[in-house]
């Protein structure tokens, strides 16, 4: 089992652009979850997933969208970069809800940073 | 709602001195708490976590945590630490009705000196 995979690793934006992060994960979890990483700031989460074809909005959504098509794949989009998204993005994932609190573990991916200029 | 505070940003220590890593959590439910290690430039890894039972809980290297009701508190410790322990350590909370998400505090740096 490959985990979950993040890719690109790194990426620089020039502000408007968009782009899709990728997550993908093979342990046919049905909980996925993007979020963000500001430093002294912890983690937030931006969309969450709790199975194909149903996403819901975290605490920092906004300029971001999801789609859940596969169990597998949770893609995060961005559409008009922006200075302020300039952070290091995880994909988590789990196979029960709460995230990790069955006797499976919770997974991240090892993340991209992403730089908006 | 819920909000977790982790007390110290930045925690210096000498190699096998003993370590605590500060987490207070705020709650109307009943949660479940976490700790997660992020080596760098790794993504985060499960170090240990309270769901039921025995409040205190145990991770295989070496590190513990209790889970304290009346303090809302859930400290990370360690005994001795080890260079290779130098990462940042999060706390997180959730509940059963928060749909799976985690909240997670600020993050705390634990620098392991020579």
């Known amino acids: 089992n490959a985990g979950v995979t993040q890719t690109p690793k790194f990426r620089i934006l020039k502000i408007g652009q968009s782009m899709t992060l990728q997550c993908t994960q093979d342990m046919n979890h049905n909980y996925m979850y993007w979020y963000r990483q500001d430093p002294g700031m912890g983690l937030k989460l931006i969309y969450y997933?709790?199975?194909?074809?149903?996403?819901d909005k975290g605490e920092v959504p906004n300029g971001y969208n999801v789609s859940r098509s596969t169990t597998e794949d949770f893609p995060l989009r961005l559409e008009l970069a922006a200075p302020s998204q300039t952070s290091v993005y995880f994909c988590?994932?789990?196979?029960?809800?709460?995230?990790?609190?069955?006797?499976?573990?919770?997974?991240f991916g090892q993340g991209t940073r992403l730089t908006v200029v | 709602a819920q909000s977790v505070t982790q007390l110290d940003s930045q925690v210096p220590v000498f190699e096998e001195a003993p370590v605590e890593l500060r987490c207070n959590y705020s709650?109307?439910?009943?949660?479940?708490l976490f700790w997660y290690v992020q080596y760098p430039n790794q993504g985060l890894q499960l170090l240990l976590k309270y769901l039921s039972g025995s409040t205190l809980v145990e991770s295989i290297n070496g590190f513990e945590a209790e889970f304290n009701k009346s303090q809302t508190s859930f400290h990370l410790r360690k005994p001795s630490v080890h260079i290779s322990d130098t990462a940042e350590y999060f706390c997180?909370?959730?509940?059963?009705?928060?749909?799976?998400?985690?909240?997670f505090g600020q993050g705390t740096t634990l620098q392991v000196k020579p």
């Open positions: 709650s109307s439910v009943s949660v479940y």
């Open positions: 997180a909370v959730t509940s059963r009705g928060n749909t799976g998400k985690l909240i």
């Open positions: 988590a994932s789990s196979y029960d809800a709460p995230i990790g609190t069955s006797d499976d573990e919770a997974f």
């Open positions: 997933s709790v199975g194909a074809g149903i996403t």
